[in-house]
């Protein structure tokens, strides 16, 4: 991707499923060199980068240490944290002094769940601090991420940032706030949403279907549903109503839906969901206090 605005070096720590799916993006369509840090390289890792070898350098912990490298990286650069984030602290240790030895300050950018911007800005003082939460459709480029940015951030660091995340799906900056609100509805929601598909095709075999056709059928019905809010921009609600003939079988099935609670169920799920994500980003920076 020679013509789009170069994104300059963005460096990847932590080269598990995430890392590489961003990773697997960032090469399929923006303009940018990567290097990418992990502790071993595993199977999976040995076989992206033996699809994209000359593309991607790799740096691997024991290595690095033996070889002392340092590879000074500036503002217009980009480090990517992708650890778990009990490996977070371990990990800034060892890979800061290599990328951030000469006083540079990347635009950092992480995506550990319930990791609080101001933790990160501890840990990197004077860099950009941009903060996603983005969810597993980023493997298959469908990604639906949720950014925040710290106080710093000018525009073309909040736009590099976005850019990052629509190369693995759709993007959108949120104030910081809403963080939790965000992991209780798109980062869990793909849960929710393999439990619909799994019940509706369970309802297609109960009535005599093949189970693979009804999987297919379901998932399908899944995605151009959702496509169809996404690109007609009309509320679910009409949508439905366009479907629904009186008297006909979507309103009885309709009314059945209400009548177990699907609606209440739904919502009651990203309630529970943001408050828990809550209570553990607590009980995480409680954690961190006392160390
Ligand atoms: N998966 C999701 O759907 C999702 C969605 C949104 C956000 N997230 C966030 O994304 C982050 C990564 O998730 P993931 O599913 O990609 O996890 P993962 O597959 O376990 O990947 C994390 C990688 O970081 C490596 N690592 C650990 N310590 C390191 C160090 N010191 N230096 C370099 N690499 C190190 C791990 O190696 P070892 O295996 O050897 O420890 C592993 O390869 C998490 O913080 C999670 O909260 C995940």
């Known amino acids: 991707m020679t013509n789009t605005p170069s994104l300059g070096r963005i460096v990847v720590i932590g080269f598990g499923n995430m890392g590489r799916a961003l990773v697997k993006g960032l090469l399929a369509s923006r303009n940018c060199e990567v290097i990418v840090c992990d502790r071993y390289k595993t199977p999976e890792a040995e076989e992206f980068l033996a699809s994209c070898a000359h593309r991607v350098q790799f740096l691997q912990l024991n290595e690095v240490q033996r070889d002392s490298i340092e590879i000074p990286l500036t503002s217009s650069d980009t480090l990517i ?10 990990a800034v240790q060892f890979w800061k002094p290599v990328f951030c030895s000469a006083g540079g300050t990347p635009l950092v950018i992480s995506i550990l769940a319930g990791t609080p911007i101001d933790q990160i800005q501890r840990l990197f003082s004077g860099c950009v601090i941009a903060r996603a939460m983005p969810n597993i459709a980023a493997t298959v480029d469908c990604a639906a991420t949720a950014l925040c940015v710290s106080m ?3 525009e073309a660091e909040i736009q590099r940032a976005k850019s990052i995340f629509e190369a693995v799906g759709k993007a959108w900056v949120v104030p910081e706030e809403l963080m939790n609100a965000v992991t ?4 869990s929601g793909p849960a929710y949403i393999y439990m619909v598909i799994e019940a509706l095709s369970d309802g297609g ?3 005599g ?3 693979q056709l009804a999987l297919d059928l379901a998932s399908q019905t899944v995605l151009g549903a959702a ?5 007609t921009g009309l509320h679910p609600a009409v949508l439905r109503d366009q479907v629904t003939t009186p008297g006909g079988t979507t309103i009885s099935a309709i009314h059945e839906l209400e009548r177990h609670g699907l609606r209440p169920m739904l919502i009651s799920a990203v309630v529970t969901a943001t408050k828990k994500s809550r209570l553990l980003a607590r009980a995480a920076e409680k954690k961190i206090n006392k160390q």
Not at 184 to 187: A, I, M, Q
Request: with cysteine; charged share 20%.
């Open 184 to 187: 209780g509805l798109s980062g």
């Open 81 to 90: 944290l992708c650890t778990k984030p009990q490996n977070l602290q371990d």
């Open 209 to 211: 279907m093949p189970r």
């Open 152 to 154: 710093n951030a000018n």
């Open 205 to 207: 075999v109960k009535m």
């Open 227 to 231: 496509k169809l809010v996404q690109e």
